[in-house]
């Protein structure tokens, strides 16, 4: 909940590359679940009876707008489901209208895709495709150098270390975005579909690409970079989380209460094996908004956000920040990632941050990758 | 059980394509753990006080000699562990010792690496490129058209239908090995190692291949053929078969009494997805010997077969067979596969058959890949 000292809004820069700020710190928003169809037009689920007159996808605007001005972050990230497609007349325009925000701030935004969002007038290609289109936005259709890889909206991104400092050329956080996909198209597996081998060896090799320029001059480093990794459907690994070991709470109903594909396609021994992820960030389970630590990889979900998003009335919608916050050199410079920290944000009166807490910090260490 | 017509020894053709025979029958002889070291040497564990005097390597290679004869496979898979080269004085020797069997009964053989294979004298790519090399093997190094792929020895063979049938330049039957790696090289996860997402991807990318060739002319066929798996380590999914499910034992006693890696790659979801593959073989548990049912896929041990593995006194050394089955046609040829049967052998006096059981069939589906 630290206020930065950030200009608001931004100067734009469509083009920039990532960095961390010259208070040594980068900060992201994560939204989850927008579930965005036609605007004004379309109401809320599951709110109080005394929020629901006049409630509609602009309660979900203006949250997203409050969130930005309360947080002025470096980076916007939506985890899919950005729209409710089947309840939207014009898939282009829900999206148009679900990122303005964004968009009107300046700040750059990424997005990746869930398992609604092609349900509309769009196929999955046309709305990863109309939404790397947009103003601002950093997202990438997939990675030019794969010839072929599963989904749509598998990229990473690099951000440099402060502007002047040693660490300037040099990537000291990598963000990773996937495609989790959205059902399964094999007769003999029901439910989620899941992280494909295509994606994870696109990743492995990413990874050990930026592992290789990290521990290269120039001023190399011991381990990898930290790294993050957003996308929509939760992991399985997610499942083997309670009360003891989160922060957050899982209130999904059904089964153990994770939303993830009926199988295991091993991204998370994927993530183990690269060592460079500390956090994986989705959606999906409007009512899990936990953080938990396996084997030294926080899994973490956001909580739902949009109001024509499934929820729980009195519940309120949230949003997750992570802030990345650089060690103080002995010359009084910025160095690499010291620690990474997270909280939410409530859409109540006040905003209400909670569940503040350290993800991951240099000293104890966790996976060096 | 059935006995062949084939010819004894057949006419050595080291450079054969693998096929059906006039019966429409093609065998495969799989043999589990020989954990090979110095001959006669070389002790026995885990055998009753009366079989261990001058109990060695050497009833190994008895036991392989009486198993072709009674067999008459016609191919024999080596899963693993085919040395213990930790207690090999020379890993080429061992390995020249284990396989000089295969060798002599001029039977095309492969093999695929374990734990234990790089333990001695050569390292583990130093194994499988003395293997390679090799009278009569078909095992290959690597499949020549990926780049880059972790492990040592990943590859295919195609079984093609019978000679002078609509069958005979189609794949029937699909065979696929891979390297299970040996131990973690990841320091936070502990145990074995895992089939990586390069491996899956060929794995994929070569199933699709197979499957467009066997649905395309000539005589083209609605669904993939069956393909089999063949590797070391059992996959975390056999963990979920129970005495209720398994034909066969599973005696191990740590733990769950499945040593699989203690993580999840994702291959058992890569196979679901392929659809092709209608089982796999594993070694490494030698006191596990059975077959299970998971989602269509049947998880089968062959048990263990080597004096120098560990065992368990008065349990015989055993050894699994499976053969699969063309189907008559109307105009009294042969067509593509009918079923796939199982029956393991003990090295008893009279090579007991046990467990005899259909893993496949066409007619009840199962995954139609």
């Known amino acids: 909940m630290k206020a930065t000292k950030q200009a608001y809004p931004p100067t734009p820069q469509p083009n920039q590359n990532l960095r961390f700020d010259q208070n040594g710190e980068f900060k992201i928003l994560q939204v989850a679940d927008m579930h965005y169809a036609n605007g004004k037009t379309t109401h809320c689920l599951n709110v109080l009876p005394s929020q629901n007159f006049s409630c509609s996808d602009l309660n979900t605007t203006i949250f997203l707008n409050r969130m930005i001005k309360a947080e002025k972050p470096n980076l916007i990230v939506f985890t899919g489901d950005n729209i409710f497609a089947f309840d939207s007349s014009d898939s282009a325009k829900s999206l148009d209208a679900a990122f303005a925000p964004a968009i009107a701030s300046n700040i750059p935004w990424v997005a990746v895709l869930g398992n609604h969002d092609q349900e509309g007038t769009l ?53 990773y975005f996937l495609d989790s996909g959205d059902y399964s198209q094999v007769s003999t597996i029901l439910g989620y579909d899941w992280i494909k081998p295509s994606q994870q060896l696109w990743f492995q090799r990413t990874s050990a690409e930026l592992r290789k320029a990290y521990i290269s001059k120039p001023v190399p480093q011991k381990h990898a970079a930290p790294g993050l990794a957003y996308f929509h459907i939760p992991l399985p690994e997610y499942a083997s989380l309670d009360s003891s070991n989160m922060t957050g709470v899982k209130l999904e109903p059904a089964g153990n209460g994770i939303s993830s594909p009926s199988v295991n396609s091993g991204f998370f021994t994927t993530l183990l094996a690269a060592g460079d992820v500390k956090a994986v960030f989705t959606g999906h389970d409007h009512l899990n908004d936990f953080c938990g630590n396996l084997m030294n990889i926080q899994l973490c979900y956001a909580g739902g956000f949009g109001y024509h998003a499934y929820g729980k009335a009195g519940w309120s919608r949230r949003a997750r920040v992570v802030v990345a916050s650089l060690e103080k050199t002995e010359k009084g410079s910025w160095g690499d990632v010291k620690s990474i920290k997270t909280w939410k944000r409530l859409d109540d009166q006040h905003l209400t941050g909670i569940d503040g807490e350290v993800l991951w910090s240099k000293s104890t260490g966790g996976n060096q990758g």
């Open 123 to 175: 196929s999955r290609s046309g709305v990863m495709n109309h939404i790397v289109g947009m103003k601002n936005t950093l997202s990438k259709f997939n990675p030019p150098e794969v010839h072929s890889i599963d989904g749509f909206g598998n990229y990473n991104l690099e951000v440099g270390g402060v502007e002047g400092t040693d660490f300037e050329n040099k990537s000291v956080l990598n963000l």
